[in-house]
């Protein structure tokens, strides 16, 4: 009944049955550290260039003019998001940040393939919430969770957070008012704000973070299960994956590692497929589980398993591709001169973003009125 993979089979006596133990468990983890570490040095990277471009526009110029990473532009999603819509209404790739466009295509291109795999093998917050979880492990002794009546009810505020960008994006905002906003000073120089946001940090933004962080470390993954609505928009998205963690009842032996270690509570010991938006594919729960062909990723129209390494290098390469096809298609880099960010550092204050409903209208007015002027 069941096939060895590596050396002579190991029977093992468990309650109530006979079963084989995998002897190839405990490398997912490893494989997720690198891909993480690597991701995340990326960032450290790219937040560090950003930084000598800002000192330069500080200087007024008067400085050794360095490299602007469009990298940066991945932490502006509410901006990629405005992009794509743009693509979607015009065909044309906003000239603002084009590099946190194909980002975002690359990121909801994972989604669609591997699940919300982004959360547990990309993304830097993810990894600071794992090593977060990791620690609280330590402390605790076992994974707290919120009581049902109350997570829920939390888990839903990622949506809602995700529901208040879609309307205002999608509903409220009318084509020419979107294209005025990707192309108004504010969102040019919005990285630059988001720089200033950080290095200027409000003691309330302070005390939001201290208060987020220490929540993290009492209730594993606290920002993403409860509060990212970018989180939000892979998990809806990851439903629509082809590839799930698929358990063989007739096979386990109901010992309920995969959903102890599930980090997302998610009753895996209990599912035949695990349909969830809560999923982030970290395969942990393939990688505890100690009995063959019980419990694999694989694609709901095939046989094959999908094995961590694969998922790995899928994630990876799914990602340099549609990036990689910004850069040598020419639409990586923005088309804001140094000039004009020198222009722009001046006037900073003066920018801002539209923050409800009638400022949206004001905008949607404005554009209509400079059309018409236009026409
Ligand atoms: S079900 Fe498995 S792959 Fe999905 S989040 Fe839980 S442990 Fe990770
Ligand atoms: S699928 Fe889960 S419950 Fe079943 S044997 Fe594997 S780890 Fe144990």
Redesign the pocket.
């Known amino acids: 009944m069941f096939r060895a993979i590596n050396e002579k089979p190991v029977i093992i006596k468990a309650p109530g049955k006979p079963y084989k133990r995998r002897t190839d468990r405990n490398k997912v983890r490893k494989y997720r550290f690198i891909v993480q570490s690597l991701f995340a040095a990326l960032c450290v990277w790219i937040g560090t260039e950003f930084y000598f471009f800002v000192k330069y526009l500080e200087s007024s110029g008067m400085t050794y003019s360095p490299y602007r990473p469009p990298g940066v532009e991945g932490f502006l999603p509410i901006s990629s998001l405005m992009s794509l819509y743009h693509f979607f209404l015009s065909g044309e790739i906003h000239p603002a940040h084009p590099a946190g466009f194909f980002i975002l295509v690359a990121i909801l291109a994972v989604s669609l393939l591997f699940g919300k795999s982004f959360c547990s093998w990309l993304c830097p917050i993810g990894f600071l919430s794992e090593m977060l979880g990791d620690i609280s492990d330590k402390i605790f002794g076992r994974r707290l969770k919120l009581p049902r009546f109350a997570d829920y009810p939390m888990r839903s505020i990622k949506y809602l957070l995700l529901a208040f960008f879609v309307w205002s994006i999608f509903f409220l905002m009318t084509p020419l008012a979107l294209k005025a906003f990707l192309g108004s000073p504010y969102n040019l120089v919005a990285d630059v704000k988001m720089y200033y946001f950080f290095a200027e940090i409000s003691r309330t933004a302070l005390v939001i973070i201290g208060v987020l962080l220490l929540l993290s470390l009492i209730f594993r993954n606290f920002w993403c299960r409860y509060l990212c609505p970018y989180g939000a928009l892979l998990g809806i998205l990851s439903l629509l994956s082809p590839n799930k963690i698929k358990?063989n009842p007739t096979?386990?032996?109901?010992?309920?590692?995969?959903?102890k270690v599930c980090p997302s509570f998610i009753g895996?010991?209990r599912a035949k497929t695990v349909v969830s938006d809560e999923c982030t594919a970290c395969l942990n729960?393939v990688d505890?589980?100690?009995?063959e062909n019980?419990?694999k990723y694989k694609s709901v129209f095939g046989r094959r398993n999908i094995s961590p390494k694969m998922v790995a290098l899928g994630v990876v390469l799914v990602f340099i591709l549609i990036t990689g096809w910004g850069m040598v298609s020419g639409n990586w880099r923005n088309n804001i001169t140094t000039d004009e960010y020198l222009h722009h550092q001046k006037l900073l204050e003066s920018y801002g973003h539209p923050t409800g409903a009638g400022e949206i209208s004001d905008l949607n007015q404005k554009a209509n009125r400079e059309n018409n002027n236009i026409k």
């Open positions: 358990r096979n386990c032996i109901d010992c309920g590692r995969c959903a895996v010991d729960c505890v589980c100690p009995v019980t419990l």
